[in-house]
């Protein structure tokens, strides 16, 4: 059993980086569209990707996580590589809960930052994942 549950919680990590990948994607391509038909269809892309995808696709990735630990609380002993890898897991859900702000704002008309800003923005995902595919397979401490 313990080795679905991280299957599907690897499926959910896919997910999960997906959507975080491409909707600042589509922030960089909002802030940049000028005429309202565009601003229009991605707030709707936005909102569908945030609430249909990426947030239950998070959901689904803690819920899993958990079960993990819970299966083999052993885990949560082992080293600290854990405890860094769930630390940086919970700043990638705050990342998660400022991506839902700007969904916000651009819904409400405001286009927040500039295009330029978004670029940026976009690699903070790509550290995360980095750091965290090391620490789960390196267990480096």
Not at 4 to 27: D, E, M, Q
Not at 114 to 128: A, C, K, M, Q
Request: hydrophobic fraction near 55%; include cysteine; proline fraction near 4%.
């Amino acid at each position: 059993m313990y080795e679905y549950v991280k299957a599907f919680h690897l499926i959910a990590i896919v997910t999960w980086f997906a959507a975080l990948f491409y909707l600042p994607r589509l922030f960089v391509y909002h802030a940049m569209s000028e005429d309202s038909i565009s601003k229009d269809r991605f707030c709707i892309m936005e909102r569908k990707l945030l609430k249909g995808i990426m947030t239950p696709s998070m959901i689904v990735v803690w819920a899993l996580g958990i079960a993990l630990i819970s299966m083999n609380p052993y885990l949560f002993q082992s080293g600290a590589w854990l405890h860094v890898k769930l630390t940086l897991v919970l700043i990638l859900s705050g990342y998660h809960g400022l991506c839902a702000k700007h969904v916000k704002a651009f819904a409400r008309g405001d286009t927040p930052k500039s295009h330029v800003y978004y670029r940026w923005f976009n690699e903070f995902p790509v550290v995360i994942l980095i750091a965290v595919v090391i620490l789960a397979v390196v267990k480096p401490f």
